[in-house]
C-alpha cells in the first residue's frame, strides 16, 4: 500500500507546479491504488511524473501500481528511481523488496527487507511483510529470528501477534507461540481461532490448568469437539470422571474428534476397571481413526491389560500395529556418517524417553545412568518432556548429552539422532503416552533396541532387539516378538534405591488384630478374574481385608466396580476400602504402612508396585503367567530371593496369600528384613547391572561390525 502521508510530502516536492492540482491526483492515485485499481490510478501518475518526472513518491506509485499489474520488469525499474533520489525511505525499500518477492526473488527480497529495516527499525509494514515471506517460505528458523525483533510498538497490534505465534509454531517454538496469543487475547479475548490455539499448544506443553480455562471459555462460544475432547483428556488426568464423560457425550458420531472421543472413552472406563466396555470402545478406534498412530498405540497398549486375549492375539495385533507403521518415516542415510567399524571403540548409546522424571521408567533407567562406564560408553538422553522435574536433573547430570526433544517433529528427532552419531538407540517406551517410536523407523541408529517402559513386542522392523530376562521370556517364547531377545542373566530390571523412603512401620495386623492384603496397582489391571481371585483370598483368610490405591481410587464408579464384583462372588463389600491418591513419592510409600501383604495382578503384573511393597517390608503375592506382562513378578521375587511369593495357579496364589496370613511371625520378619534384603540383591546392584548392559551393548556391536567389514 502507498504511504499515507504521501500526499503531504509529495505537495512538498511539487512546490514549482500547481499544487493543488498535483494534491488532488495524489489522492486520488493514492485511494485507487489501496482499492487495487491500478489502471485507473497509472494515468494520473503519469500526470504527475510528466510534471515532476523526478519525484521519488510518484515513482514509487507507479511501482505499486505496475505492480499490481502484473508488469514486474516496470515496477522494479520505478521503485529503484524512486530509492535512487531518496535512498533513506523505509517504505520505498519495503516496496522493492514486495516487487522481487512478487517476481520469486526471496533472497533479494529479505536482503531489501533488512535494509529497510535497518532505516526504520521500528517500520511495522516492513515487519509484516518480511515476516510473511519468510512464513510462506517455510523459513522458520528465520522467521522466529525476526519474532526476535519486534518492533516495541507491536504490543497493541493483536493481529499482528497472532501472525508472530503461528510463525513461532512453524520454528518449534510452541512455549514462545503461548506467550504471543496470550498478548493477543489480552487485547481481542474472544477471537475463537486464537483460543483454539491457545488450548492445542497449552495442552502440548502440560499447563492444564490454562488448558482447561481456555477450553472452557470456548464452549462458551462455540461448541466445539476438538476442546471437549481436550477437556475430557484434562479431566482424565485429574480423575474428574463424571465431568470428563459429558465432554465425551457431547462429541456428535460424525465429528473428526469421534476416534478420540472412542480412546478416551475407553481409558476412562479401564481405569474404573472397567476393562471389557474400555478396550470394546478403543476397538472402534480402528474403524474411526486408523491411520492415527497415538490412538492405535493406545488401543494395542491396552491390549495388555485384556483377561480373555491369548499371547498369540495379543502378538498378532502388536505385529499388525508394528507393519502399520514400519514406514511412517522415510530411512535416514547412514553411510555418509562414516562410522568406524572398530568393534572396540567408545559407543554412544541413545536412550529415549518421555519419562525421565518422577515415573517408573526413571527410577528402573536410573541405575545404569549412575553407572555406566564412562571410558568406554557416552549416553545420550533424549527426553520428550514439557517440564523437568528434579528427577529430570538427576538424569541430566549423568548423561553425557542431555537434549529435551519435546519440540522436534518425530522426522527431527531422528535427523537430530543420526548428528549425533548414536551407535546404539534404545527405546523406553514401547506403545506408552507420547511415545517416540515413529522416529525409529527412520533408522537413525544403526542398532535399535526396546528396553523397559513395555511389556511386548513392538512388532517393527526398526528395532532389532528386545532386552528381557530368562523368567519374563523363557526359552521357546522369541517368535512371539519381532525383535531378537537379548536375555539378562538375572532380572532385566534394576531397581533404583529410593532416597525418599519413610521408615519402616509395624504391620497393621500387630495392632488391628486382622491381616489386611493391598494392591497399589493401576486399576486397569484389576479385571474380574482378579476381583474374584481376590474374593477367594478373603474367603481363605476370615476377618482379613483388602486396601486398594491407584490414580483413580476416589472415583465412585471404580470403587463400586471393586465392590460389586466382590459381593457377587460371596464378599461383604465392606472388608474393602480406598486410599486416596497421594501427590508426593514419600507419602505414597507411607501408605504400605497400612497393609501387611501384597496381592499382585495378572495377567497385567505390578512392577514398581512390587519393588516399593518390597522395599517398604511388605511380602508380595504373584501369579506367574503365560507373557512377559504376567511373569515380572516371578522375575522380581526370584532376584530377591523370595519364590515362596510366586504362584503357578489361582489355586496356589491363595494358598500362598493364606499361608503367609496365617503366619505373623513371617510377616513380623519379613517387615523388619526385606529392605535389607532387597537393597544386598542383585535387583538394587546398579553397577552389576550396568557391566552386564554394557557386555550385550558391547556384543551386538561387535556381530554388526564384522557384518559391515
Not at 465412585?556 to 474393602?576: F, H, M, W, Y
Not at 526385606?674 to 547391572?689: F, I, K, Q, W
Request: net charge negative.
Amino acid at each position: 500500500m502507498p504511504n499515507p502521508n504521501l500526499t503531504a510530502l509529495a505537495v512538498d516536492h511539487a512546490e514549482h507546479h500547481d499544487q493543488e492540482a498535483l494534491r488532488r491526483n495524489f489522492e486520488e492515485a493514492k485511494r485507487l491504488l489501496e482499492a487495487e485499481h491500478a489502471e485507473q490510478a497509472l494515468p494520473l501518475i503519469r500526470d504527475i511524473l510528466g510534471q515532476c518526472p523526478d519525484h521519488p513518491d510518484a515513482l514509487n506509485f507507479a511501482s505499486v501500481a505496475f505492480g499490481q499489474l502484473g508488469m514486474a520488469e516496470e515496477a522494479e525499474r520505478c521503485s529503484r528511481e524512486a530509492i535512487a533520489r531518496r535512498p533513506d525511505d523505509a517504505g520505498f525499500h519495503l516496496n522493492l523488496a514486495n516487487r522481487l518477492r512478487d517476481q520469486g526473488r526471496i533472497d533479494e527480497a529479505l536482503e531489501v527487507y533488512e535494509q529497510a529495516r535497518a532505516i526504520d527499525p521500528a517500520h511495522l509494514p516492513t515487519f509484516k511483510n518480511q515476516l510473511r515471506c519468510l512464513v510462506a517460505e517455510t523459513r522458520w528458523a528465520e522467521a522466529r529470528a525476526a519474532v526476535d525483533r519486534l518492533p516495541t510498538d507491536v504490543a497493541d497490534n493483536a493481529e499482528l501477534l497472532a501472525e508472530c505465534a503461528e510463525a513461532c509454531i512453524g520454528a518449534d517454538d510452541k512455549a514462545r507461540a503461548l506467550e504471543l496469543y496470550q498478548s493477543a487475547l489480552d487485547l481481542e479475548p474472544d477471537r475463537l481461532p486464537w483460543l483454539l490455539q491457545t488450548a492445542r499448544l497449552a495442552i502440548i506443553q502440560s499447563q492444564i490448568m490454562l488448558a482447561r480455562n481456555t477450553g472452557e471459555r470456548v464452549l462458551e462460544l462455540e461448541d466445539h469437539p476438538e476442546m471437549r475432547a481436550m477437556l475430557a483428556s484434562i479431566m482424565h488426568r485429574v480423575g474428574d470422571f463424571e465431568t470428563m464423560a459429558e465432554h465425551l457425550d457431547a462429541i456428535p458420531e460424525q465429528s473428526d474428534q469421534a476416534g478420540n472421543a472412542a480412546n478416551l472413552m475407553g481409558m476412562m472406563m479401564v481405569a474404573q476397571a472397567k476393562i471389557r466396555e474400555g478396550l470394546d470402545h478403543m476397538a472402534r478406534t480402528e474403524t474411526l481413526a486408523p491411520n492415527a498412530f497415538q490412538l492405535q498405540a493406545t488401543r494395542v497398549m491396552y491390549l495388555n491389560y485384556d483377561q480373555d486375549i491369548s499371547a498369540a492375539d495379543l502378538r498378532d495385533a502388536h505385529f499388525a500395529i508394528g507393519r502399520k507403521f514400519a514406514d511412517a518415516l522415510p530411512p535416514l542415510d547412514q553411510q555418509s556418517l562414516g562410522r568406524p567399524h572398530d568393534p572396540e571403540r567408545r559407543l554412544r548409546i541413545g536412550f529415549v524417553s518421555p519419562d525421565f522424571r518422577g515415573h517408573s521408567v526413571a527410577y528402573f533407567a536410573r541405575p545404569y545412568f549412575d553407572s555406566f562406564d564412562r571410558d568406554r560408553f557416552d549416553v545420550f538422553a533424549y527426553a520428550h518432556l514439557s517440564e523437568e522435574d528434579a528427577v529430570s536433573q538427576g538424569l541430566r547430570e549423568q548423561a553425557t548429552c542431555w537434549r529435551n526433544v519435546f519440540a522436534l517433529s518425530d522426522q527431527a528427532l531422528a535427523e537430530q539422532i543420526r548428528q549425533d552419531q548414536i551407535d546404539i538407540l534404545i527405546d523406553l517406551a514401547g506403545y506408552t503416552r507420547d511415545t517416540r517410536l515413529l522416529a525409529f523407523t527412520a533408522r537413525p541408529a544403526p542398532i535399535q533396541m526396546t528396553y523397559i517402559g513395555y511389556p511386548n513386542t513392538t512388532g517393527l522392523p526398526a528395532i532389532d532387539y528386545r532386552i528381557t530376562d530368562g523368567i519374563t521370556d523363557p526359552d521357546g517364547v522369541d517368535d512371539d516378538y519381532s525383535e531378537t531377545l537379548i536375555r539378562m542373566p538375572g532380572c532385566f530390571l534394576c531397581y533404583a534405591i529410593p532416597n525418599h523412603a519413610p521408615p519402616i512401620e509395624p504391620g497393621p495386623v500387630e495392632h488391628r488384630g486382622h491381616v489386611t492384603f493391598g494392591s497399589f496397582n493401576n486399576f486397569a489391571k484389576i479385571n474380574p478374574d482378579v476381583i474374584a481371585c481376590w474374593a477367594e483370598v478373603l474367603r481363605a483368610v476370615p476377618d482379613s481385608r483388602l486396601l486398594c490405591k491407584s490414580t483413580s481410587s476416589a472415583d465412585p464408579t471404580a470403587q463400586n466396580v471393586i465392590r460389586e464384583g466382590l459381593e457377587r462372588s460371596g464378599i461383604d463389600p465392606v472388608r474393602v476400602s480406598f486410599s486416596a491418591f497421594r501427590a508426593t513419592p514419600q507419602s505414597h510409600l507411607a501408605v504400605y504402612s497400612d497393609i501387611d501383604i501384597a496381592l499382585d495382578t495378572f495377567p497385567y503384573n505390578g512392577t514398581t508396585t512390587t519393588c516399593e511393597a518390597l522395599w517398604m517390608g511388605v511380602p508380595v503375592v504373584t501369579l506367574c503367567g503365560d507373557r512377559h506382562a504376567g511373569r515380572v513378578g516371578a522375575s522380581l521375587l526370584s532376584t530377591i530371593g523370595f519364590p515362596a511369593g510366586i504362584a503357578a495357579s489361582r489355586e496356589e496364589y491363595v494358598l500362598t496369600a493364606r499361608l503367609l496370613a496365617e503366619n505373623p511371625g513371617l510377616l513380623k520378619t519379613a517387615r523388619r528384613s526385606l529392605r535389607e534384603t532387597v537393597m544386598n540383591s542383585p535387583l538394587c546392584d546398579g553397577r552389576s547391572h550396568a557391566a552386564t548392559l554394557e557386555q550385550a551393548f558391547r556384543a551386538v556391536w561387535q556381530m554388526w561390525c564384522e557384518q559391515q567389514n
